[in-house]
């Protein structure tokens, strides 16, 4: 079975610093995207930076993280990275990876997902 389960989930300071882990399990990395979304309340899921699992360089990070976030991936432990930087309230969110598969778009089309991180920034 496909598995996904992100860790690493926090609450910081605004400013501040974490960063997510996302460890795979059940699929082969080839041909798969994964993207981080988060979800605030009352706020739609959005996408916040997607990784293309095949080609490590081709990734892509959302305007409202450009230059505070990256995304990375480890192959050899299956497991994809999000180093969130200087941290601001609006950051708070449920963070949720997720798996697209090689038939998919990307990133923006995922099958799997975990379960969630929650990520609370204080003012």
């Known amino acids: 079975d496909v598995q996904l389960v992100e860790s690493g989930g926090d609450l910081v300071q605004s400013g501040g610093s974490l960063r997510l882990s996302c460890a795979t399990s059940g699929f082969n990395f080839d041909g798969y995207g994964i993207g981080w979304f988060r979800q605030a309340p009352g706020k739609e899921r959005e996408v916040v930076a997607c990784i293309s699992l095949s080609r490590p360089d081709n990734t892509y990070v959302a305007d409202s993280a450009k230059g505070r976030f990256a995304v990375s991936s480890d192959n050899a432990k299956n497991t994809i990275y999000l180093q969130m930087n200087k941290l601001t309230p609006e950051d708070t969110a449920v963070y949720y990876c997720?798996?697209?598969?090689?038939?998919?778009?990307?990133?923006?089309?995922?099958?799997?997902w975990g379960q969630g991180t929650q990520v609370t920034v204080s003012s």
């Open positions: 997720a798996a697209d598969p090689p038939s998919g778009s990307g990133c923006l089309t995922p099958v799997y």
